[in-house]
């Protein structure tokens, strides 16, 4: 085991820190990592890896994508920035990191970060190491990985979407159209089916202590890891604890109507080998719904734990230093 700077640790040392794992996607995994990363600071944990759902079509991602056929960067270059530490060098590289160029040519809308990965990519030729390189160059407290080596799209089966048999299954395809359909979506799948797999992910998961999934977009960043069958084969055979972070609230288009219990309850029907160790919700977020989540999380056979862990203004947004907390006495609960 080694921590994100590569100083080797005595692995069978009682004392060690935590190997953890972030799995998801966008805004959500940026949550998750921006807390995480305290835990690195004050060596909760020594070693981190965010696995990323690469599957975006739309925006500069999407246009990246059409035009070099590479893996999407947008929610990879999120992740990184958000292991940016929180001094000057680490402030300022995740702002230029995430800036998007105005204007009104052709690289209106890019992003600098994407086009850093991109330019990386086609130097180097491997998809890891130039994802590597850029997190040595940010001093990022910790890995980024693609959950795949290959560009995929999300299709759904979704439902409601025909006036005339609303109970009818309609396909729909990208990662875009899935996140915004106004029907109900019942599935989702990948096409290809079997990509290809990151095997350094893999190995990640294999040897983490702690497994992270969400929060995020349930349909595009969340369940996707568990449609890649090596990724989730490994997720199922990890002896890794499994901790589910739950959505603040539900999301129009993907989880309309959706509370903390069905989010749990659509993550069984598509991973349903899958042990959780520990559920995470939000203890404003749960309000009323708190005896059916504690069901169906007992039903799952995990743990509940319902904390404040969001910003507290009123909006969906997770805090970063309370759901660092959080994670904190989670893992030190075991």
């Given amino acids: 085991m080694s921590t994100p700077a590569g100083v080797p640790v005595d692995a069978s040392s009682a ?42 079509n739309g925006g500069s991602s ?64 491997d998809h890891v190491d130039a994802l590597d390189w850029v997190g040595r160059l940010l001093g990022a407290k910790g890995r980024v990985l693609p959950m795949a080596l290959s560009p995929m799209d999300i299709t759904a089966e979704v439902r409601g979407l025909r006036a005339d048999d609303p109970d009818a299954l309609t396909t729909v395809r990208g990662q875009v159209e899935v996140a915004t359909t106004g029907g109900v979506i019942d599935s989702i799948s990948l096409d290809p089916a079997d990509p290809q797999a990151c095997p350094e992910a893999i190995t990640a998961v294999e040897r983490a202590d702690w497994v992270l999934l969400g929060p995020g977009s349930w349909f595009t960043s969340v369940i996707p890891h568990l449609k890649v069958p090596a990724l989730c084969d490994a997720l199922v055979r990890t002896d890794a ?29 598509h991973a349903p080998d899958l042990v959780v160790h520990t559920v995470l919700a939000d203890r404003e977020s749960v309000g009323d719904g708190l005896e059916e989540l504690e069901h169906v999380v007992a039903a799952y056979g995990a743990k509940l734990v319902v904390d404040d862990v969001a910003v507290g203004d009123g909006t969906p947004r997770h805090d970063p230093a309370r759901l660092a907390a959080a994670y904190e006495r989670i893992m030190a609960a075991g």
């Fill in 15 to 56: 004392s060690r820190a935590q190997a953890v794992v972030a799995l998801g996607g966008g805004h959500g995994l940026h949550a998750s990592l921006s807390a995480l990363r305290r835990l690195v600071d004050d060596l909760t944990v020594d070693e981190l890896t965010a696995v990323v759902t690469v599957a975006d």
């Fill in 62 to 125: 999407g246009r990246l994508r059409g035009e070099f056929g590479v893996l999407p960067p947008g929610d990879l270059r999120m992740a990184l920035a958000a292991l940016c530490g929180d001094d000057q060098w680490g402030d300022t590289w995740a702002r230029v990191l995430q800036h998007r160029f105005e204007g009104n040519g052709d690289m209106r809308g890019h992003v600098v970060g994407n086009l850093l990965i991109v330019g990386l990519w086609e130097l180097l030729g």
């Fill in 241 to 269: 604890r499994v901790v589910v972070n739950l959505n603040l609230a539900e999301q129009a288009g993907e989880t309309g109507g959706f509370g903390p219990a069905d989010h749990l309850a659509v993550l069984a029907e």
